[in-house]
């Protein structure tokens, strides 16, 4: 069955450092790759996606790479600030306006960043 | 324009009764989805609809239900409920669904006892 995996489930980095989260999943007829960051107590928000047709995208100091053939895809974060301390989750699914593909999400990652 | 509104904010109930939970989405937005959170768990996709239609479910069983109405406003409820039912219940809205941005609700936290 469909399934994301994302890793590690927690990482810690200094201030000023990069942060690598990666996911892998199952289905291959997935095509839509959004990452999602909750703050303790507050609820998901979207910090960026990517869709099959594109390998990179950034965003100021985010970006996310794909990797289709491998099925797996990562989030990067540079220059990491206290603020970017909270819950990161990839999710996984298709996007055909004719149908709602299940929006699988990995399990998590806790990322902290020390001042 | 006013987010997404999830009532109420904490519930708690005890074993075998039942609960509604209800998501009034941002407007404009047809399509509602909700899902799960629990600490070991993460999130977990329960089901999507889009003008009042369940256009697919996650991997629940039958005690866990909801609907849409004309409004877009959608409803979960939960029978007989378990005390592994204990979390976080999260909807989120998007204009039509499949690919979009999800505006996730603040969440109603439930407490089976």
């Known amino acids: 069955g469909e399934n994301v995996e994302q890793h590690p489930s927690t990482l810690s980095v200094q201030e000023g450092d990069s942060a690598v989260i990666k996911c892998t999943y199952s289905?291959?007829?997935?095509?839509?790759f959004p990452w999602y960051k909750q703050e303790l107590g507050k609820r998901p928000q979207l910090i960026i996606d990517i869709r099959s047709n594109v390998g990179e995208k950034k965003d100021q100091r985010i970006a996310v790479t794909l990797n289709k053939t491998a099925k797996h895809f990562s989030l990067h974060i540079t220059e990491t600030q206290p603020e970017d301390s909270a819950v990161y989750f990839c999710?996984?699914?298709?996007?055909?306006?004719?149908?709602?593909?299940?929006?699988?999400f990995g399990p998590g990652t806790s990322l902290s960043v020390i001042p | 324009k006013a987010g997404v509104t999830q009532t109420p904010r904490y519930l708690i109930k005890t074993r075998g009764q039942q609960v509604t939970l209800s998501c009034s989405p941002i407007s404009g937005h047809r399509s509602v989805s909700w899902y799960q959170q629990t600490p070991g768990q993460g999130l977990q996709f329960l089901f999507e609809y889009f003008s009042e239609t369940q256009r697919n479910k996650g991997n629940f069983p039958g005690r866990f239900s909801g609907r849409q109405f004309s409004n877009s406003r959608s409803e979960m409820n939960v029978s007989t409920l378990e005390l592994g039912d204990s979390a976080l219940y999260l909807c989120a809205s998007s204009f039509a669904g499949p690919g979009e941005k999800l505006f996730f609700g603040s969440g109603t936290q439930l407490s089976v006892l």
């Open positions: 999710a996984a699914y298709g996007d055909m306006k004719t149908s709602y593909d299940k929006v699988i």
């Open positions: 289905d291959s007829a997935s095509n839509y």
